[in-house]
């Protein structure tokens, strides 16, 4: 077990909202409610949960700082109705220091201040797992999931045009990050003007 308290309760609802790290028998109500946020097709990249070894090691641990793996629930009356997670990049120790970071919530569970909730256990986390930066992937038409990430600062670094497929629409995805210590200890940084392949 990790940084987290296990039981986190956040007094937003008329019924208690505890956030805490998954455990493996969360996993088949993790997996209804990704597929069920995936139907609604507008919010997420993937169609439908697929399970692979970073999730099913994700999922099992909850709260792995030395791994840098993360998955936190919000849990209403017993039951998750949302997930936040948190993964490494994959390069290895080349992009150790940068995790990805995905959240979703079920339709009646939005616009309550449980995204941004989970969202500060997040950020409050990362750093004691070893991540200097995170980032997340957003469907530009996304406006509810831009107006999160923006009230934690989180920035635009890229668009990647008609990057997706929605209902036969070609749609841009955003690639936005933040930085988790101050930009001036970052010696990498270059300005995004005039950024070009030929010179920078
Ligand atoms: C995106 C999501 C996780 C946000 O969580 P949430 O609990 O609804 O967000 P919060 O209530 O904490 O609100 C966070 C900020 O976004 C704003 N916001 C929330 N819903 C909004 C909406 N429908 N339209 C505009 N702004 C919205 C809030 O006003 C708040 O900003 P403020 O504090 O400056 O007023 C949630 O809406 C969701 O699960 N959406 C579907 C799945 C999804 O899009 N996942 C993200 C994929 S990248």
Not at 62 to 86: E, H
Not at 97 to 117: N, Q
Request: glycine share 8%.
């Amino acid at each position: 077990m990790g940084f987290l308290s296990p039981f986190t309760s956040v007094p937003l609802l008329r019924s208690k909202v505890i956030l805490r790290p998954s455990t493996p028998h969360d996993l088949d109500q993790l997996i209804t409610n990704i597929n069920s946020i995936a139907a609604e097709q507008i919010y997420l990249q993937t169609t439908t949960f697929t399970s692979d070894a970073v999730w099913d090691a994700a999922i099992r641990e909850g709260d792995n700082p030395r791994t840098g793996q993360l998955v936190l629930l919000p849990i209403v009356n017993d039951k998750a109705i949302g997930y936040l997670r948190i993964f490494p990049g994959n390069y290895g120790e080349r992009n150790r220091h940068v995790g990805s970071i995905g959240l979703g919530l079920l339709p009646e569970y939005r616009g309550k201040g449980i995204g941004s909730s989970l969202m500060s256990h997040a950020l409050q986390w990362a750093p004691s797992a070893g991540f200097e930066k995170l980032e997340a992937q957003i469907i530009a038409t996304n406006y509810p999931s831009r107006r999160l990430f923006a009230k934690f600062n989180f920035v635009v670094e890229g668009l990647r045009r008609c990057q997706l497929k929605i209902r036969d629409e070609l749609v841009d995805e955003l690639v936005v990050a933040l930085l988790l210590r101050s930009e001036a200890s970052f010696h990498c940084l270059k300005s995004f003007q005039n950024l070009t392949l030929e010179g920078v």
